[in-house]
């Protein structure tokens, strides 16, 4: 009976090394992705100028940050991160929130093509 309890007990030790082993890679591949959005800090500031009304087919065309945002995460989350990234630089932009209101649709229109 004594071989059988150093098997297991072996058994228990192989088991508990491989648990701590595959909890630290897991950690470690989770901390090596990138933030790309955080809705805390990256949202659009407010404009102080009151914006003016836009005529009803403007209105149809208009792009929200929420869309915009919301096309772009898909598109990194399918692989295209450096895309993403290039195209919000094209812009004169270091983060989503920077780019300019009026520039939404046209990001859109370019981010769709990727």
Do not use: W
């Amino acid at each position: 009976m004594e071989p059988m309890m150093k098997i297991i007990n072996a058994l228990a030790a192989l088991t508990a090394a491989l648990q701590e082993f595959t909890a630290q890679t897991t950690e470690g591949y989770i901390n090596t992705f990138e933030e790309i959005y955080n809705p805390e800090t990256d949202e659009p500031q407010a404009a102080e100028a009151p914006k003016e009304q836009l005529a009803p087919e403007q209105e149809t065309e208009t792009v929200t940050f929420v869309q915009l945002r919301s096309c772009l995460s898909e598109i990194s989350r399918a692989g295209h991160t450096q895309e993403v990234k290039e195209l919000i630089a094209k812009y004169g932009a270091e983060k989503l929130s920077d780019i300019a209101e009026a520039d939404y649709a046209a990001v859109l229109a370019e981010a769709e093509g990727l």
